[in-house]
């Protein structure tokens, strides 16, 4: 003990430098997140926010009836019918084909996203790996992805037979592009002293590939595979819209060719939210395969 009672247990060995705090783990790692997003202002901002926009929302379109919003169904009236038992144009959550036209569309996101991981993710690593490669397969993937999803529905309808298999063509097409790229640009943003101090270790191409190439990648795949889970949403959305018989853009479209406008707005918020549901698992999924990187946040105080 010191003269003034604190342990002297930090002060050991170690040429009196203090011991570094250690990170937390499992549950404590969970609790910390947890606390530290109560302590910040951003979810009460987040709750904020989207309280104004219900706000205005229901100014606009059923208290002051405002051009172009007169003939748009208010809050009172979507959540009405949402959440009755009985609604009056059929679409809620105590309605059987509400829930298949979201299995439907999750499945073929779910597919589409598996299959664009599968193959983009892999490519990506090569391409920013071999410059050789690259210079082979960049200018088709550059070639193509500008094209946008629409002018590939005819060709899909025209290669793929069937209502399913050309809209899970579409979203994985439009998820397969940003998956690339990005996960090309993340091994080409590691630094070159990693692969030099990898050489002078002697460490074999195999190893490099492995130890440092994808660890070192793997902020920039999450990022875009995030990124890929929005973009597949877009995409399947006008897919659907054009070639389903089920999904969320089936039920958005078929809602505002029948002039009921309730399910329509039902569909679009429902998108929303299993959108935003999907995007934060593939964000927990990478927060989990990259605590190292998380704990070194932690222990910055980042």
Known sequence: MSGDGTSSVAIQRGGGAPARPRAPTGIAYFQYVLNKKLRSPTPYLMALGIGGWILIYWLFSEVWNLPRFEKMPGPVAVISDWFSRKPFQGTSIFTETYYVHIWVSVRRIMIAFAIATAIGVPLGLIMGWSRRFKDYAFPILETLRPIPI????????????????????????????????NTMLGVESIDEAYFRAAGCLGSKPRQVFWHVVIPGSLPFIFTGLQISMGVAWFSLVAAEMVSGDYGLGYLILSSYVNSVTVPMVIGMLTLGFVGWITSALVRMAGNQMMQWRTRALALEGR
């Open 150 to 181: 629409l002018a590939w529905v005819p060709l899909a309808i025209l290669m793929f037979k069937g209502l399913e298999t050309p809209v899970i063509f579409l979203a994985t097409l439009a998820s397969l592009f940003v998956t690339v790229l």
